[in-house]
């Protein structure tokens, strides 16, 4: 069995308050040995990585990640890219993510029905590179929710499924449940990007969202939400959601809700949108007068209010920021985490944990991945300096002197182009 040898690193394990040095061995594709210490153990493998003035930590888990968004500006253009263009998209965002340093997503929506799983199953067969991935449905909405594009005069697909009514909650439930999908996701709310059903607007109703919910769990699937407005959140903690996205505008019984089923839910912020929009929107022509009008800034505070609360009350919080638009490119994902510390009052340490541990937890996978511990998946990260005390680095491609997935050294720092080999479509 081929073993890998990790020394002269501060290792960071996914739960500790900080890191400490040691070695770590990999056999196979899991970890073996975790040695603390900064005396260098003898009679192991000359398969040697050096990681001297680097701190070694669990992969990262990107929790609300949408690899079939594409740069998009407006929701309508994921409805005109032909099927097969979109899945090439798709993949060349995938390996842009595990170029970054997400060993796992957690899919919150496919833009299409099969691109997803049609990606999971790529990469598990090892025909794309990626990360370990949990599929998503596309977004489950109803007539005027988000996601619904259509006008009088003209069909315009999006993102979107539409169903009205508990029936066709059902019919569409059991498609996403035929199509193979790991995660069944639904628009509870609106948005502040619909223009007829803002944020705090609940198109969804409750006989529709349960339905949808009773299908999904009788299938063992996992069901995302996406749920700004306070009704929405107490919709989704009621029916059984399991993980709830943004709660911008959770009122105070909406957070007793949260916290009274912590252990059973995980929520998301989904932040890097409301941010890039609100600071950085103008290099897309979202100016700040535009942003004003929709409700941004309002939202922006909301979100970092909300977030606050939800930190001293112990709820898990999962990374993932909406990145895939135009104001969000994908491969900022790993701002999230430094939005974190900023904005919501988190320490590094907690911020890590957030993209490590609690993202393993949201995944299924607590008992294998998100720390760096003897038996768990070699999902590894290699990162020049103190990334325990400065979360940042973790957004320079150039601080990842490795990226190990699976116990394969996918970035390996001892090649001079550390590029495995696989589907590259485009210069990242």
Not at 310 to 332: A, E, L, N, W
Not at 342 to 349: D, E, H, K, L
Request: proline share 4%; hydrophobic share 40%; net charge negative.
């Amino acid at each position: 069995m081929t073993q890998t040898v990790i020394q002269g690193a501060m290792i960071w394990n996914g739960v500790a308050d900080a890191a400490v040095p040691g070695t770590v061995v990999v056999e196979g594709n899991r970890i073996a040995k975790v040695i603390e210490g900064t005396d260098v153990p003898s009679g192991l493998s000359d398969n040697l990585i050096d990681g001297t003035g680097m701190t070694l930590m669990p992969g990262m888990v990107e929790g609300h990640c949408h690899p079939s968004f594409t740069g998009i500006s407006e929701p309508t253009e994921l409805g005109q890219l032909c099927p097969e263009r979109h899945m090439l998209l798709t993949a060349q965002n995938l390996r842009l993510l595990l170029s970054h340093g997400f060993t796992s997503i957690f899919e919150a929506a496919s833009a299409k029905p099969m691109l997803g799983v049609t990606a999971r199953d790529a990469i598990n067969e090892g025909l794309i590179d990626g990360p370990r991935m949990m599929a998503g449905s596309p977004e489950v909405t109803t007539t005027a929710g988000l996601g619904d594009e259509r006008k009088r005069h003209i069909y315009q697909e999006s993102f979107g499924l539409v169903a009205d009514g508990p029936d066709e909650m059902r019919r569409v439930a059991r498609e996403c449940v035929r199509d193979g999908v790991d995660i069944m996701k639904i628009n509870i709310s609106g948005d502040e990007f619909v223009s007829h059903a803002r944020a705090e607007i609940t198109p969804t109703e409750d006989e529709e969202l349960a339905a949808f919910v009773k299908v999904a769990h009788a299938f063992d699937k996992m069901v995302a939400a996406h749920a700004r407005s306070s009704k929405s959140v107490k919709m989704a903690v009621r029916h059984g959601v399991d993980c709830i996205y943004h709660c911008d505008f959770a009122d105070e019984e909406a957070l007793d809700m949260l916290e009274g089923a912590k252990d059973r839910i995980f929520v998301g912020p989904a932040f890097g949108l409301v941010h890039n929009s609100t600071r950085e929107g103008d290099v897309v022509g979202l100016t700040r007068e535009v942003a004003e009008s929709m409700g941004l800034f309002r939202k922006f505070e909301a979100t970092c209010a909300t977030y606050h609360e939800i930190r001293k009350r112990g709820v898990r919080v999962v990374v993932g920021g909406d990145y895939g638009f135009s104001v969000t490119p994908m491969g900022q994902n790993a701002r999230d985490i430094e939005h974190f510390v900023r904005y919501f009052g988190y320490s590094p340490v907690e911020a890590l944990r957030c993209a490590t541990h609690v993202g393993a937890e949201l995944m299924g996978r607590s008992g294998e991945l998100g720390q760096i511990k003897e038996g768990y998946l070699a999902d590894l990260l290699l990162v020049r300096g103190d990334v325990v005390q400065d979360v940042s680095l973790l957004q320079k491609q150039d601080n990842l002197a490795m990226i190990m997935k699976d116990g394969s050294a996918w970035k390996d720092p001892r090649q001079s182009d550390p590029r495995s080999p696989g589907l590259i479509l485009a210069a990242e």
